[in-house]
């Protein structure tokens, strides 16, 4: 038995009792309790050390890299298989690659490696599943710091990059690009953009600044300017749209006018028409998900450029006056299979599971739409155990059998495979996983012009502050598309 630690005085004390583990009935299965998971946001060093950047045809790209996703047993996975969750819920991989990944001691239950799928879950069970992450890649434009001080950090945001981890994006993101780059951690996320805004975006540097900041967001005493191009001649007179704005989906991030939606307000005025093309100052004054982007659409003169609300998936009047003729899941699927057949499913930033798995996964975190998507903890940060899903009519192609998954998984273990070419800047090695179905796929990189929406945050000012950034190219007056 140990003896009694010195406490503070140097004098000896008590060790605090151990709780006494209940005696398990024949053959029923220990579970731990439930540990006490930190709140809020902190990525350090381990986290920003997990992969790294490299440079590519005007894209940033994030080199493949292993990622435990962990998460506790969701209410209605108790008494059901591990087997069975994973194939109605996690159908991003055929089962063969879930039988493949615990044979190679990947995926650990309450820290014990699984080897029976079979396994029933319990209350508390812990998972978590080693997986091999690909990330789509964003724009290599910088991001420029306009503001920083004891305070603050304001930044202009190129278009393409989320604001903090989501769905398929994690390094490829604003908060991890100020941490790596420019060594600015533990930062508060006071607003957000859209993946495809850019513009002007806040950070506060400690929790009473963000709190300050927050409660003028939340009494709208934040004045908020937007400019974009949009097609079409634009009326002259001021334009306030008053629709409510509905989420159709967070998953993939699509919003439509509805009578059901909640309340919304934006004002337009044009700046600038160039004979097929309009150039529009917006200031929302509410802050719903894809507000200024639906009511342009609504209004009949979408923004160039939108890979949502400018789409043939709308029909004819690409959802002009609210008309679409589609229910919500035609339309969903109408915008995959449309982005698929141009082969630009990462500008959106899902995949066709996205849409199949929506009404199994409401609730399981493996979100690819950045749409809703809160800080999580970097443990938290998916709760799905699954790797991100991607084609999966291919993924069945090569990897259809226990058979190519244990010849793959004995033919090599975790590792990288070096390339010839070392130059600086260029991409000398990519880790391979043998189980990895992206490994083993070739895609389409997408342009640096696709990854640009004419959508951007021109202006932020509140109570003591006002922060600009520049005009974009694209919407000078005599701009020339």
Not at 259 to 272: A, E, H, M, V, Y
Not at 316 to 345: C, F, M, N, W, Y
Request: aromatic residues 8%; proline residues 7%.
């Amino acid at each position: 038995m140990a003896e009694p630690g010195p406490g503070p005085s140097g004098e000896a004390t008590e060790e605090p009792p151990r709780p006494k583990k209940r005696r398990l009935a024949a053959g029923e299965r220990y579970v731990p309790p439930p540990r006490k998971l930190s709140t809020g946001v902190s990525f350090g060093a381990e986290h920003f050390a997990e992969t790294s950047y490299y440079f590519e045809r005007g894209l940033r790209k994030v080199r493949p890299y292993y990622f435990e996703f962990r998460t506790y047993c969701k209410g209605r996975w108790v008494g059901r298989s591990l087997l069975h969750v994973f194939s109605t819920e996690f159908r991003s991989q055929p089962l063969a690659y879930y039988r493949a990944a615990a044979r190679a001691g990947r995926l650990r239950l309450n820290e014990e490696p699984v080897r029976d799928l079979d396994i029933v879950l319990k209350n508390n069970d812990f998972l978590r599943n080693t997986v091999h992450r690909h990330e789509p890649p964003v724009t290599a434009q910088p991001i420029q710091i306009l503001v920083e001080d004891d305070e603050v950090v304001v930044v202009d945001k190129p278009s393409s990059l989320p604001v903090h981890p989501c769905g398929r994006f994690r390094h490829n993101t604003v908060i991890f690009i100020l941490g790596k780059e420019h060594d600015l951690k533990e930062l508060h996320t006071i607003h957000r953009l859209d993946r495809m805004t850019s513009g002007v975006l806040m950070f506060a540097k400690t929790a009473a600044v963000s709190k300050r900041i927050d409660e003028q967001v939340r009494e709208r005493q934040l004045e908020k300017e937007y400019v974009c191009r949009v097609a079409g001649e634009f009326p002259e007179r001021e334009v306030v749209c008053e629709e409510p704005i509905l989420v159709v989906s967070y998953k993939v991030g699509v919003c439509r006018v509805d009578p059901k939606g909640k309340f919304c307000q934006t004002i337009f005025q044009r700046l600038s028409y160039n004979g097929r093309t309009s150039v529009v100052k917006c200031l929302p004054r509410t802050g719903r998900t894809h507000q200024i982007r639906v009511h342009l659409q609504y209004l009949g003169h979408p923004i160039v450029n939108d890979p949502i609300y400018n789409m043939e998936a709308w029909g004819p009047e690409r959802g002009k006056g609210g008309r679409i003729d589609k229910t919500d899941e035609e339309l969903l699927k109408a915008l995959v299979e449309e982005h698929r057949s141009k082969q630009s499913l990462d500008i959106l930033g899902i995949s066709e599971e996205d849409l199949s798995s929506s009404a199994e996964n409401k609730d399981t975190g493996h979100s690819s739409g950045c749409a809703k998507s809160a800080q999580a903890d970097p443990v938290r940060e998916n709760s799905c155990p699954a790797e991100d899903p991607e084609r999966k009519e291919t993924a069945a192609c090569s990897l259809n059998s226990d058979t190519n998954l244990e010849t793959l998984e004995n033919n090599k273990e975790l590792g990288s495979c070096e390339n010839e070419d070392g130059q600086t800047g260029e991409k000398s090695s990519e880790e391979k996983d043998p189980l990895c179905v992206e490994c083993k796929m070739s895609r389409r990189d997408p342009s640096p012009k696709e990854l640009v929406m004419y959508l951007h945050a021109l202006r932020y000012k509140g109570a003591g502050f006002e922060y600009c950034s520049k005009m974009p190219e694209w919407a000078m007056e005599d701009w020339e598309e």
